[in-house]
């Protein structure tokens, strides 16, 4: 048997979209893979400023492959600034290990950018894996500054990993060939996202005191304005619909703004951890995701939900709208930032049968984007057949 490929992953923290994708690799025989860590939370969680809590996922994140942690000396670590991600001996700890691929799950912090600069893994190939995109158009100086040193940074690729479509665009746009990007998506766990029914679901509805009679439009995430749930709550009270509850999961700044409008039609529940969004999202009959601007670079939680049999409407500059929203059959893309697109969506999507018809059949755009694709992706990339 041909000697496994060694492929170093070089990631900030464990993150539970990832450990899945991580799992399903090291599982091929053809790959011997370890996955570098740069950042190592409280074993309890961490802070999540956006979230304003502790978070601590309750679902396994270093189980069933091989990582490593480096020692990350920032004085103040984390992601939510550019030298939060200070390593300055990653590369001789992933030379150490002599892979013959490494693999940056992003490049926007110090260690990354330390990485493609060093010497000592200079002869080592690197493959980017990234999900930016340019759907928030932007043409500033600033941006196009920044895009002349992303260029720079990007030479030292050899390969790049789209998620889909907005991304491929990115990278070819900012210097990688057509062949030298492999399609490389985002997956979800499919054993505990999927439209399977469970008791849970009635218990849910009658502990959030919605009525049976009443369709669900969900929105899941931090309640920030970037992700826009404001235009969310006022394209639902332009729409006043009857026999609908819009549900509000999570936390964050605009909480209090939000509690404001709390009625018998608009309920707000708590942050809800990993183990139990599968039951969220089937008891729910739409997910919503309204973000404004470049940071919703995919939105896992529209293929999430599309997986357990609930359609979508989102804004056009969620990175994924262009792979996993086919318009009228699972789902509807909006303009972002427009109340009044996303209340004319929000209109006929409610109209006698629609989301009935959206949920059968929203879940089959789904059978390219998974971590067994992602795997064929990478693989590709290293000329593994």
């Known amino acids: 048997m041909t000697t496994p490929v060694k492929v170093g992953i070089v990631t900030t923290h464990p993150i539970q979209y990832y450990a899945p994708w991580f799992r399903v690799i090291d599982s091929d025989i053809h790959i011997h893979l370890k996955v570098y860590y740069l950042w190592q939370p409280a074993a309890d969680g961490k802070h999540d400023p956006e979230f304003q809590q502790k978070i601590n996922w309750d679902i396994p994140l270093l189980q069933g492959y091989e990582y490593d942690w480096v020692k990350n000396t920032s004085t103040d670590p984390g992601t939510h600034h550019f030298n939060g991600i200070h390593n300055p001996d990653a590369a001789n700890q ?39 995109h340019r759907l928030a158009v932007n043409n500033s100086i600033s941006q196009n500054i920044k895009d002349m040193l992303i260029r720079r940074l990007f030479r030292r690729f050899d390969a790049a990993l789209s998620c889909g479509i907005a991304n491929q665009r990115y990278f070819h746009n900012l210097g990688f060939q057509s062949d030298q990007i492999f399609f490389c998506p985002h997956g979800i766990d499919t054993a505990r996202f999927n439209p399977k029914p469970t008791p ?186």
């Open 94 to 132: 992933i030379a150490q290990w002599s892979p013959d691929y490494v693999v940056c799950l992003g490049y926007n912090f110090r260690t990354f950018v330390d990485l493609i600069f060093s010497r000592t893994l200079k002869s080592i190939p690197f493959l980017l894996r990234g999900d930016s």
């Open 200 to 385: 849970e679901v009635s218990v849910l509805r009658e502990k959030w005191g919605i009525p049976k009679d009443h369709k669900i439009i969900l929105f899941a995430g931090k309640f920030i304005d970037k992700k826009r749930p404001l235009d969310l709550l006022q394209a639902f009270q332009k729409v006043n619909p009857s026999q609908t509850t819009l549900l509000y999961i999570g936390d964050g700044a605009l909480k209090k703004e939000l509690a404001a409008s709390v009625s018998k039609n608009v309920v707000i529940q708590p942050f809800v951890n990993q183990s139990q969004m599968p039951n969220v999202y089937r008891a729910a009959d739409l997910l919503v995701l309204p973000s404004l601007g470049g940071f919703e670079t995919w939105g896992l939680a529209v293929q999430e939900a599309l997986a357990c049999g609930t359609p979508a409407i989102i804004s056009d500059h969620c990175g994924c709208h262009l792979d996993l929203i086919q318009p009228n059959q699972n789902g509807l893309v909006f303009e972002a930032g427009s109340v009044k697109s996303l209340a004319e969506c929000l209109t006929e999507a409610l109209k006698p049968g629609i989301l009935e018809q959206w949920s059968h059949q929203p879940g089959d755009v789904l059978q390219r984007y998974n971590y067994e694709t992602s795997l064929t992706g990478l693989k590709a990339s290293m000329g593994i057949k």
